[in-house]
């Protein structure tokens, strides 16, 4: 039975994961590498969750109490009760790599263990750790709030006990799951990042402006948002790692990178969370294309 649930990074991922969790009843431990992080990622959750009572999905008191259930901390020890934690930090594998090697010796022998991973290998983070076993990729999609789908990725090694408490978990979050074999991406990133990639190539070969592209998706193939747009909620670093993962782990040529892509993340516009992608979002109202 998970009845405390621990979640390491309190950015855009961590922060939904913990407010989900929260809302379904279950104590978090949320951390980061500081309080002011922390705190900057329970602030997110209090908007959320606000939005929520005004949408009437939840009522002002079970947004209180599910704060009331949100524990914050800056170190890894404070995971030591959790019966299951969700590493949610940036997509680099050294780095999650690093945190489960710290993280282990902390929690307990029975503690469930978890990346948010949206495309790096799940059985060799959980040869990284103590219990490959009891390890699996548990894949939200963002805004974690909203979406209904996790992807459930069990390892080489995972057992299929620990598949079923995952399962039970997700359950309970009111999620429904998809299970996906561990390659590169697994299955919603494996289809939606060569989408944006080509999206992107369009653009560099110059067959259509970002404006166009995006309403050519989104009024000719009934996207709700267009791939460009789409890139730069994501995060256009995270867009390239994810194809990096894609292309090195597969070996094939249609994933490679669009070197546009790349550019853009060398200049440090990586989309919403800098201002700047494909779209300018400095300006007042509409946000205005960049090329």
């Known amino acids: 039975m998970v009845d405390t649930v621990?979640?390491?990074?309190a950015g855009q991922m961590g922060n939904g994961i913990a407010h989900v969790s929260a809302v379904a009843g279950l104590n978090v431990v949320l951390s980061d590498v500081?309080?002011?992080?922390?705190?900057?990622?329970?602030?997110?959750?209090?908007?959320?969750?606000?939005?929520q009572v005004g949408k009437g999905v939840i009522s002002a008191e079970e947004m209180e109490a599910a704060l009331g259930r949100i524990?914050?901390?800056?170190?890894?020890?404070?995971?030591?009760?959790?019966?299951?934690?969700?590493?949610?930090?940036?997509?680099?594998?050294?780095?999650?790599?690093?945190?489960?090697?710290?993280l282990c010796p902390h929690l307990k022998s029975s503690a469930l263990l978890a990346s948010n991973t949206s495309s790096i290998s799940i059985t060799r983070l959980a040869a990284s750790t103590d219990r490959p076993e009891q390890f699996m990729g548990v894949h939200f999609m963002n805004p974690v709030p909203v979406m209904k789908l996790v992807e459930l990725i069990p390892g080489i090694a995972t057992s299929k006990e620990t598949q079923e408490r995952f399962t039970q978990f997700?359950?309970?979050?009111?999620?429904?799951?998809a299970v996906s074999e561990d390659f590169p991406a697994f299955i919603v990133n494996r289809i939606l990042m060569p989408m944006i990639n080509e999206a992107i190539y369009?653009?560099?070969?110059?067959?259509?402006?970002?404006?166009?592209?995006?309403?050519?998706?989104?009024?000719?193939?009934?996207?709700?948002?267009?791939?460009?747009?789409?890139?730069?909620?994501?995060?256009?670093?995270t867009c390239l790692s994810i194809m990096q993962v894609l292309y090195e782990g597969l070996g094939d040529s249609k994933y490679r990178p669009c070197p546009l892509l790349v550019k853009y993340v060398e200049a440090g516009w990586l989309g919403r969370k800098t201002k700047r992608g494909f779209y300018d979002y400095r300006v007042e109202g509409e946000p205005v294309p960049t090329r």
């Open 6 to 9: 621990g979640v390491v990074g």
């Open 34 to 51: 500081s309080m002011e992080q922390a705190q900057a990622g329970l602030g997110v959750v209090e908007q959320n969750l606000m939005r």
């Open 71 to 102: 524990t914050l901390a800056d170190n890894l020890s404070a995971h030591k009760n959790c019966d299951l934690v969700i590493e949610a930090a940036t997509e680099n594998e050294q780095i999650k790599t690093s945190i489960f090697k710290e």
């Open 170 to 177: 997700t359950d309970n979050l009111g999620k429904v799951t």
């Open 202 to 237: 369009t653009l560099y070969e110059g067959v259509g402006s970002v404006d166009c592209i995006d309403k050519a998706m989104r009024l000719g193939a009934n996207h709700p948002m267009g791939p460009l747009q789409l890139a730069d909620f994501i995060g256009l670093d």
